[in-house]
């Protein structure tokens, strides 16, 4: 079983529709979680972190974590073409390694 | 604030050959971690350095070293390269203490062994 599990996708919605990204992890000690953005060919950009139960919200970006269920996902709403990318998931433990999920490729079509 | 800089970008280097990396951080970060990226195995954490020393490392070989200097920048090396070691190396900068580990990443150097 992989440290970090997300759909590699592709997950394809509609220009202004809620995008949904998903991703379990195995480790019960982890405690911080993040989402990057990475587009093809650049390097990975951090867009969202969170560390407790819950969503927070960030402009058009919702994280969620539930750490009963070792979930997390990354809402995007009112999507739009320039959202198009590949999305990683990320999660620390106590020690602060970063482990990162494969990404799930989202396409936004106009 | 200027961001995390890697040099160099692109690199071609043949089997056996060895080849050292380097990276400066965020001013005033105290962490670099070092990442292999590969289409197939995604993100691979190498290694992270706090303070001069290694803090974390990851499952790769002996021929993946590092090190931090006192200004915070780093140089990842690889020595006896193999055709494998072909991959985007990226290095994120985070301030690396308490709960700050929201890392940034650099533009990465793309490497590729003949």
């Known amino acids: 079983q992989k440290e970090v599990e997300q759909n590699s996708g592709p997950l394809s919605v509609p220009e202004g529709a809620i995008a949904s990204l998903n991703c379990t992890y195995s480790d019960r000690g982890s405690q911080s979680f993040f989402w990057y953005r990475q587009y093809s060919g650049k390097s990975p950009e951090l867009i969202m972190f969170?560390?407790?139960?819950g969503d927070k919200e960030d402009g058009r970006f919702t994280a969620q974590l539930n750490k009963a269920s070792q979930y997390v996902s990354l809402l995007i709403r009112d999507s739009q073409p320039s959202d198009s990318a590949t999305y990683l998931c990320?999660?620390?433990?106590?020690?602060?390694?970063?482990?990162f999920g494969q990404g799930t490729t989202l396409q936004v079509k106009p | 604030k200027a961001g995390v800089t890697q040099t160099p970008r692109y690199l071609i280097k043949t089997r056996g050959q060895q080849v050292t990396l380097s990276c400066s951080p965020i001013?005033?970060?105290?962490?670099v971690s070092w990442y292999q990226q590969t289409p197939g195995q995604g993100l691979q954490f190498l290694f992270e350095y706090f303070s001069e020393t290694q803090r974390n490392k990851g499952n790769f070989p002996g021929r993946f070293s590092g090190r931090q200097f006192s200004n915070s920048r780093s140089e990842m090396n690889v020595s006896t390269l193999e055709l494998g070691d072909s991959a985007l190396y990226l290095c994120?900068?985070?301030?690396?203490?308490?709960?700050?580990?929201?890392?940034?990443f650099g533009p990465g150097t793309r490497l590729t062994v003949l």
């Open positions: 994120a900068s985070s301030p690396g203490s308490g709960r700050a580990l929201e890392q940034f």
């Open positions: 969170i560390y407790s139960n």
């Open positions: 990320a999660v620390a433990g106590n020690t602060g390694k970063l482990i």
């Open positions: 001013s005033g970060h105290r962490s």
